[in-house]
């Protein structure tokens, strides 16, 4: 069993930065493909970021190629979600998920744990 919490969401204007955190338990979290999706309020949830296993391979979707970074820690068990330039569009709760299968999908389908969400607002 994986048990996820997300941290670090807030309010920021336009142009700033958010750093996310997702804290994960369990001892198999250096194994697992770690990613980041968003849902906004009547939209579908999207990925955003993923990184695999060992952290070395990273992709994110176009919207935020460029603006946001993932990173892992696997000793403190924790991944990462630096999110710059930020735009009123990535408004959403955040959501850190697991897969375990350790490549790191953009389907939500694909991860088997889910953290709670953090709510991220941009204003404009």
């Known amino acids: 069993q994986v048990q996820l919490v997300e941290s670090g969401g807030g309010l920021v204007q336009a142009g700033g930065s958010l750093r996310l955190s997702c804290a994960a338990s369990g001892r198999m979290f250096s194994s697992y493909a770690m990613g980041w999706f968003r849902q906004a309020p009547g939209k579908e949830r999207e990925f955003v970021a993923t990184t695999r296993w060992s952290g070395t391979s990273t992709y994110y979707a176009d919207s935020v190629k460029g603006r946001f970074t993932i990173s892992r820690d696997n000793a403190k068990k924790t991944v990462y979600l630096q999110m710059n330039i930020l735009k009123p569009e990535d408004t959403a709760v955040y959501y850190c998920?697991?897969?375990?299968?350790?490549?790191?999908?953009?389907?939500?389908?694909?991860?088997?744990?889910w953290g709670q969400g953090t709510q991220v607002t941009i204003s404009s």
């Open positions: 998920a697991a897969d375990m299968t350790g490549w790191g999908q953009s389907s939500p389908d694909e991860y088997e744990y």
